[in-house]
């Protein structure tokens, strides 16, 4: 299996995490980084997301190699993982195991990062839109949603007009499940008022 600098990797990170200061969207591509700089621990999946550790498991790093081992040495290698010194923050010989996502989410940062000029972000808007939690269900056959404006400057000022929108799910919707339904209904409303508002 590949393997990289774990002290290298460590530095990369770093930088990473503070250009995702500037742009947070990069954020969830870190996690091939995370994931990678800790595969070497063991006790882990084939996608380094780590195992329970109070229940023996079929499938455990064993020197470095990921693969199926039988009860006994499950229990021997749960046993060895206890008596590893907590206080060790690198791996041995340097080198840390990469883990499948990882080449993903490099093309992913790789796309993010291949403009020449780096891209603008508004952190001091002219127009500001407030958000609050009101009417809205989408948890059986059907869904609706009202949505309410305020001046952004004071909520005791009055209020625009109340838009809503209902309606019946189709099959495909009513076979998924209710949380599906549920943020479907809130981005459909988002989109919704983000188009009557650009006309």
Known sequence: KEKLDHKELLSDRGFLVYVTRAYPGMVPYLKGFHLTIEMWRGNRDADDWKLPSR????????DNYLGPIDDEEAELSYLMRKRVDPTLRAPSSGLTPIVPR??????ALHSLTRSPLPPLRIVRPIKIIQVLYGFGDASGKGFGSTVQAFPAHSLSAPAGKLNYRV??????EESESSNYRE????VLTVEEEAATAAH
Do not use: E, F, H, I
């Not at 990882?102 to 093309?107: F, R, V």
């Not at 309606?167 to 495909?172: I, L, P, Y």
């Not at 943020?183 to 809130?186: P, V």
């Open 55 to 62: 229940q023996l498991q079929s499938t455990v790093m064993v």
């Open 167 to 172: 309606g019946v799910w189709g099959s495909d």
């Open 102 to 107: 990882l080449l993903d989410d490099l093309k």
């Open 183 to 186: 943020l479907a209904n809130l």
